[in-house]
């Protein structure tokens, strides 16, 4: 998974992800939700880290479960989900509800675990012909991005440096973490310009993200593969 | 040679042009020198360099009348991408020059900026890198640079875009003594293979052996530059000027043979920090007492920012840290705000939406207007009282988190590079005051800085971090 294209992985995972938002199949969600376990094992995505992610989702996922297994159709519950092609059973409804939260993490994660940011902006700068401003400004917030939380610590210090306690969610803190953004992105935008960086023209990259067969299938089956399924 | 020329330029921020910044200002740079443009913080450095580099004003402010161009070219009709051939800008932030991860591929988006055909690139990236002497650092994620690292990494990417001029502004504010003199060599050598450097700082002793010519900017209405050929700079006219010449201290020593009572405020033990996966700190033992000024040398990235941080409880570690023999972490001492913090970065402590609530909000003594005035006039920020302090200048932003640290009631006050971008007027002017208001209130001050001068002139104690370990000099050693 690694190794292919990230436009056409992102098209392969996105299009699937539409298709699953209008059906409601349990099986369905469980089988894609395993092959994204198995291709993010493959892809020798660490187990720890895998784990980790997954905890909280199946936490949610069981949570899921249960709301859909005291909520079904015969429950009394104010739902009418007869539109929805569900069965009367309340555990089938609860795994429509629950798989949905473990297919949609699994489809994510696949495609955020695999997939370098700086060859996904490449290939949709080179394939989708993403504009060069915008694909260079979410790199240049994406990299800012880490120093965020940071910058959060940092503004909680410095009021209670003068006395002043916050909560850890407190709105005060947002205004100068807002007027930082500004100000770091005026700077940013500042020492790009400087280095030649100009929207409006053509640039010339070093690194050319290709396009094979093997990129073009994985759409081809993972659509096919749904719509075959479906209808 | 190349020439960098304003001609009756008239600028300003605003568009009525009612308080021009610039009044039909003309001077000519040519490559054949460096030239090191100086003067007291606030007094428009960097707006002048912005300016130069045609940073401005397509980025902010308004052109009224002139030009500023490069041989003939003018560099407002120029798009960023024909500029960057000509002008090269390192900036004072060193973290915010960046728009990739790491530095290879930092390198390859200037290069592809300006066209450059992409078989050439490896070469003219390696070269640059090998020139830079950081070749090792190709691969390295941006953010896990040192200060100095990551300003050589910028001069790498000047080297690789090849442009006729660069500009510095304040290149060094940042980076510590040896990286600093590693990096004017390096720009010594690009000016010795033709390149012209124009450089604003107001720190001259890396300069002073290197440049060819000195200018004094003044600012009073409008901006005044007055040029001297160094053959014309004497030490008793840099400070006439309010430079402090590099063989002059801040201030005299008092009598060292003062002994005072030795009474622990702040102890350290076994304090042990990760960032990461990297240890910064390794095992630190050490007890501050009251009443002592402390200063923290170390190179970038040795940890410096770090130990305040664990003290402020801004990174998790191992070990104890005991305020009046009182855990650090403890919410009672959390809450009482026992250890007053300047950040390194003033705008990391602005908490107010104007200079004089900065200096009144959470004070827990109440202090009228009449009390407040006299701070803020203290250090000349009086006439900006309504003004956001994110609109101040870098070194008025300094002094103000400086004294709003210092009108407020803490034990020990831990300053993170107080000096930083201040001119010498201003570097003892705080540093008085820091050590007149510890005295007065028997608080301990600790401080950060790269200059050793500063640190010999105003601690009792200096120390070291080398290597994750706190180490205490004594002063002649230094």
Redesign the interface.
């Given at each position: 998974m690694n190794a292919l294209n990230p436009v056409c992985k992102l098209i392969g995972i996105f299009v699937p992800t539409l298709i699953l938002a209008a059906v409601h199949h349990p099986i369905l969600n469980i089988s894609v939700f395993v092959i994204c376990l198995l291709l993010l094992l493959m892809s020798r995505v660490r187990v720890k880290l895998l784990l980790l992610l997954f905890l909280p989702i199946i936490l949610a996922s069981i949570g899921m479960f249960f709301t859909g297994y005291h909520f079904q159709v015969e429950s009394g519950a104010p739902v009418n989900a007869d539109n929805w092609q569900m069965t009367g059973s309340a555990v089938w409804n609860g795994l429509t509800l629950s798989s949905r939260v473990l297919v949609y993490a699994g489809l994510g994660l696949l495609f955020a675990l695999t997939t370098n940011?700086?060859d996904l902006i490449r290939s949709l700068q080179q394939q989708l012909h993403l504009p060069s401003i915008f694909a260079?400004g979410i790199?240049?917030a994406w990299?800012i991005f880490?120093?965020l939380m940071e910058?959060y610590?940092?503004?909680r210090?410095?009021?209670?440096?003068?006395?002043?306690?916050t909560s850890p969610v407190s709105p005060?803190l947002l205004?100068?973490m807002l007027?930082?953004a500004v100000?770091?992105s005026?700077?940013?935008?500042?020492?790009?310009?400087?280095?030649?960086?100009?929207g409006?023209?053509?640039?010339?990259?070093?690194?050319?993200i290709r396009v094979g067969w093997k990129d073009l299938l994985f759409p081809v089956v993972t659509i096919g593969g749904m719509v075959v399924f479906v209808f | 040679m190349s020439k960098l020329a304003f001609q009756s330029v008239t600028f300003s921020f605003s568009e009525s042009g009612k308080s021009n910044m610039i009044q039909d200002l003309s001077i000519t740079f040519d490559s054949e020198s460096i030239t090191v443009i100086t003067g007291p913080s606030g007094c428009g450095k960097s707006t002048f360099l912005n300016l130069a580099g045609g940073i401005y004003p397509q980025n902010a402010g308004v052109l009224h009348s002139g030009h500023i161009s490069v041989n003939g070219q003018n560099l407002a009709e120029l798009a960023p991408d024909q500029r960057a051939p000509m002008i090269g800008v390192m900036f004072q932030n060193p973290d915010l020059q960046f728009c990739m991860d790491t530095v290879e591929n930092e390198l390859l988006f200037c290069l592809g900026n300006v066209q450059t055909p992409p078989e050439k690139m490896p070469k003219i990236i390696q070269d640059a890198l090998e020139f830079c002497g950081i070749t090792h650092l190709k691969d390295r994620k941006l953010q896990s640079l040192s200060g100095g690292e990551k300003q050589k990494a910028m001069l790498a990417c000047l080297v690789a875009l090849d442009p006729e001029w660069l500009l510095l502004d304040e290149p060094f504010a940042n980076v510590d003594e040896d990286s600093s003199a590693e990096l004017v060599a390096k720009i010594e050598e690009l000016h010795q293979k033709g390149k012209g450097i124009l450089v604003v700082d107001h720190r001259l002793e890396y300069w002073l052996p290197v440049c060819d010519e000195i200018c004094f900017l003044e600012s009073n209405n409008d901006m005044n530059i007055t040029r001297y050929k160094m053959e014309a700079i004497s030490d008793e006219m840099l400070m006439e000027k309010g430079i402090l010449p590099p063989s002059i201290p801040y201030k005299q020593k008092g009598d060292e043979s003062i002994v005072k009572p030795v009474n622990p405020i702040l102890e350290i033990k076994n304090l042990t920090v990760f960032r990461g996966k990297q240890q910064i700190l390794n095992t630190i033992n050490y007890t501050f007492e009251r009443s002592k000024v402390y200063a923290l040398l170390g190179t970038s990235g040795s940890g410096k920012s770090t130990l305040f941080g664990a003290i402020n409880r801004l990174y998790n570690y191992q070990g104890k840290i005991l305020l009046n023999g009182n855990d650090v972490k403890k919410r009672v001492i959390r809450k009482t705000g026992a250890i007053g913090f300047v950040t390194q970065n003033p705008q990391d402590q602005f908490v107010a939406s104007t200079v004089l609530e900065e200096i009144t909000i959470g004070l827990h003594r109440t202090k009228s207007l009449s009390e407040t005035e006299p701070i803020l006039r203290g250090i000349g920020l009086w006439g900006y009282r309504n003004f956001s302090p994110y609109m101040l200048s870098q070194g008025q932003q300094r002094r103000l988190g400086v004294a709003s640290l210092m009108a407020y009631d803490c034990q020990v006050l831990i300053c993170d590079e107080p000096t930083y971008a201040q001119d010498w007027k201003n570097t003892t002017a705080i540093m008085d005051s820091l050590v007149e208001e510890m005295m007065e209130r028997g608080m301990t001050l600790i401080f950060s800085t790269h200059d050793r001068k500063l640190a010999n002139d105003y601690a009792d104690v200096i120390l070291t971090l080398k290597e994750g370990e706190l180490i205490e000099c004594s002063k002649p050693s230094l």
């Amino acid at each position: 998974m690694n190794a292919l294209n990230p436009v056409c992985k992102l098209i392969g995972i996105f299009v699937p992800t539409l298709i699953l938002a209008a059906v409601h199949h349990p099986i369905l969600n469980i089988s894609v939700f395993v092959i994204c376990l198995l291709l993010l094992l493959m892809s020798r995505v660490r187990v720890k880290l895998l784990l980790l992610l997954f905890l909280p989702i199946i936490l949610a996922s069981i949570g899921m479960f249960f709301t859909g297994y005291h909520f079904q159709v015969e429950s009394g519950a104010p739902v009418n989900a007869d539109n929805w092609q569900m069965t009367g059973s309340a555990v089938w409804n609860g795994l429509t509800l629950s798989s949905r939260v473990l297919v949609y993490a699994g489809l994510g994660l696949l495609f955020a675990l695999t997939t370098n940011k700086i060859d996904l902006i490449r290939s949709l700068q080179q394939q989708l012909h993403l504009p060069s401003i915008f694909a260079y400004g979410i790199l240049a917030a994406w990299n800012i991005f880490p120093n965020l939380m940071e910058e959060y610590r940092k503004t909680r210090l410095a009021f209670r440096a003068r006395g002043v306690y916050t909560s850890p969610v407190s709105p005060t803190l947002l205004k100068p973490m807002l007027v930082k953004a500004v100000l770091w992105s005026n700077a940013l935008s500042i020492a790009m310009e400087s280095k030649g960086f100009n929207g409006s023209v053509k640039r010339t990259e070093f690194y050319v993200i290709r396009v094979g067969w093997k990129d073009l299938l994985f759409p081809v089956v993972t659509i096919g593969g749904m719509v075959v399924f479906v209808f | 040679m190349s020439k960098l020329a304003f001609q009756s330029v008239t600028f300003s921020f605003s568009e009525s042009g009612k308080s021009n910044m610039i009044q039909d200002l003309s001077i000519t740079f040519d490559s054949e020198s460096i030239t090191v443009i100086t003067g007291p913080s606030g007094c428009g450095k960097s707006t002048f360099l912005n300016l130069a580099g045609g940073i401005y004003p397509q980025n902010a402010g308004v052109l009224h009348s002139g030009h500023i161009s490069v041989n003939g070219q003018n560099l407002a009709e120029l798009a960023p991408d024909q500029r960057a051939p000509m002008i090269g800008v390192m900036f004072q932030n060193p973290d915010l020059q960046f728009c990739m991860d790491t530095v290879e591929n930092e390198l390859l988006f200037c290069l592809g900026n300006v066209q450059t055909p992409p078989e050439k690139m490896p070469k003219i990236i390696q070269d640059a890198l090998e020139f830079c002497g950081i070749t090792h650092l190709k691969d390295r994620k941006l953010q896990s640079l040192s200060g100095g690292e990551k300003q050589k990494a910028m001069l790498a990417c000047l080297v690789a875009l090849d442009p006729e001029w660069l500009l510095l502004d304040e290149p060094f504010a940042n980076v510590d003594e040896d990286s600093s003199a590693e990096l004017v060599a390096k720009i010594e050598e690009l000016h010795q293979k033709g390149k012209g450097i124009l450089v604003v700082d107001h720190r001259l002793e890396y300069w002073l052996p290197v440049c060819d010519e000195i200018c004094f900017l003044e600012s009073n209405n409008d901006m005044n530059i007055t040029r001297y050929k160094m053959e014309a700079i004497s030490d008793e006219m840099l400070m006439e000027k309010g430079i402090l010449p590099p063989s002059i201290p801040y201030k005299q020593k008092g009598d060292e043979s003062i002994v005072k009572p030795v009474n622990p405020i702040l102890e350290i033990k076994n304090l042990t920090v990760f960032r990461g996966k990297q240890q910064i700190l390794n095992t630190i033992n050490y007890t501050f007492e009251r009443s002592k000024v402390y200063a923290l040398l170390g190179t970038s990235g040795s940890g410096k920012s770090t130990l305040f941080g664990a003290i402020n409880r801004l990174y998790n570690y191992q070990g104890k840290i005991l305020l009046n023999g009182n855990d650090v972490k403890k919410r009672v001492i959390r809450k009482t705000g026992a250890i007053g913090f300047v950040t390194q970065n003033p705008q990391d402590q602005f908490v107010a939406s104007t200079v004089l609530e900065e200096i009144t909000i959470g004070l827990h003594r109440t202090k009228s207007l009449s009390e407040t005035e006299p701070i803020l006039r203290g250090i000349g920020l009086w006439g900006y009282r309504n003004f956001s302090p994110y609109m101040l200048s870098q070194g008025q932003q300094r002094r103000l988190g400086v004294a709003s640290l210092m009108a407020y009631d803490c034990q020990v006050l831990i300053c993170d590079e107080p000096t930083y971008a201040q001119d010498w007027k201003n570097t003892t002017a705080i540093m008085d005051s820091l050590v007149e208001e510890m005295m007065e209130r028997g608080m301990t001050l600790i401080f950060s800085t790269h200059d050793r001068k500063l640190a010999n002139d105003y601690a009792d104690v200096i120390l070291t971090l080398k290597e994750g370990e706190l180490i205490e000099c004594s002063k002649p050693s230094l």
